[in-house]
């Protein structure tokens, strides 16, 4: 087979998001991959760089610039939409994620759900937006920019609270549906918002979580509703869910998404085949154990087993601990080079020039 032509960070990643040949495995980080260290190197802390987009822009590229990432992704946190619809956030300091005061919930029932006008507008949802529209600025079609919108389940979770919402979807599945059903403008308009900005892909995180939810519930609530997103938001979808999750996956490769990024709860193999190639998957470096308290070597050895397995994008399982080293989120770009390296001469296409 001919060689393939190198390629630039961001034409790598969408090529692997369609599933096309790459000249390597592009490393992306669908979600965060902020650290303290990289605030402080960039002067970029939490909570400003959560809510200042210049402040947003700037450590989000560190993720190419400083840890050699194939894409840039500019929301650390799961909660911008959720402060636009009026939910209580709790912004914390440097050393830690803002959240969403859950046990303070804004939507009782069906009728409560109000998406309000100013949704795209309000400071923490125009925040993302005018980042990524100053990362196109920057770095053009140089490297993937990837925008984030959260799932109607996320987002409910944020504004009925999880307890009240799992309860209601087990005693009143039609509620639950017709909430899903308003929540999904949301996912929609942010993310229909961050395209015009110049997203190149949006992650779109719905936590249907293996530990809170079956499989059957997935196919129930959800898969419908993400067929309809992958049919109105016209970028590349990156489906995020945490947990173990194979028994959704089949699922999940209905969907038409672009790609599944997938926790280490899963085994790389078994994904790969059950996924069979229909979308891609991103994934799945351990995080609170791997990269945040082991060593390099340990990571190298996760991504080589990602590799072998024929993951199209490799990085972390999901947003790292804050306090991760600089020396381990490098050593997974680097573990893909040296991975392509040796088998560029055996039997593989891809090659690194």
């Given amino acids: 087979m001919a060689e393939i032509k190198p390629m630039t960070a961001r034409e790598r990643v969408l090529a692997a998001l369609r599933r096309e040949p790459v000249d390597r495995t592009p490393v992306c980080n669908p979600t965060s991959v902020a650290t ?3 605030m402080d190197l960039v002067d970029a802390p939490f909570p400003r760089a959560n809510r200042e987009p210049e402040l947003m822009a700037r450590l989000a590229a560190t993720g190419y610039t400083e840890l050699g990432f194939d894409s840039i992704m500019p929301v650390f946190s799961i909660i911008q939409e959720s402060s636009a619809l009026g939910c209580k956030i709790q912004w914390e300091q440097k050393d830690n994620w803002p959240t969403v005061r859950m046990r303070e919930p804004i939507y009782e029932k069906l009728e409560d759900v109000l998406i309000p006008d100013d949704l795209c507008t309000h400071p923490d949802t125009k ?14 079609d140089e490297v993937a920019i990837i925008g984030k919108t959260m799932g109607p389940w996320s987002l409910a979770y944020h504004c009925f609270g999880v307890e009240p919402f799992l309860l209601l979807s087990l005693d009143d599945p039609s509620a639950t549906k017709a ?7 949301v996912t929609i308009d942010f993310g229909l918002a961050q395209i015009d900005a110049g997203a190149d892909a949006l992650t779109l995180p ?14 129930r609530y ?5 067929i309809e997103f992958s049919e109105s938001i016209p970028i590349p979808l990156i489906l995020h869910i945490c947990g173990r999750t194979v028994d959704r996956m089949e699922y999940i490769a209905q969907t038409g ?18 996924m069979k190639h229909r979308i891609s998957l991103v994934g799945n470096i351990n995080n609170p154990e791997t990269l945040f308290s082991k060593g390099p070597e340990v990571v190298r050895a996760e991504v080589c087993k990602n590799l072998d397995a024929g993951v199209e994008l490799v990085g972390p399982e ?8 600089i020396e381990n989120l490098r050593e997974i770009p680097k573990a893909v080079g040296d991975w392509h390296k040796k088998h560029a001469s055996v039997n593989n296409p891809a090659s690194i020039n």
């Fill in 206 to 219: 719905d936590h249907a979580t293996g530990d809170l939810v079956s499989g059957e519930y997935y196919e």
């Fill in 36 to 38: 303290v260290e990289l």
């Fill in 179 to 185: 909430i899903l059903d308003k929540l999904k403008k």
């Fill in 318 to 325: 999901c947003a790292i601990p804050l306090q991760t080293s």
């Fill in 257 to 274: 998404m672009a790609a599944f990024h997938y926790d280490s709860k899963n085994q790389p193999q078994e994904s790969v085949d059950i």
């Fill in 127 to 140: 925040c993302v937006i005018d980042a990524i529209s100053i990362l196109k600025k920057e770095y053009g």
């Fill in 222 to 226: 959800l898969r419908e509703m993400h």
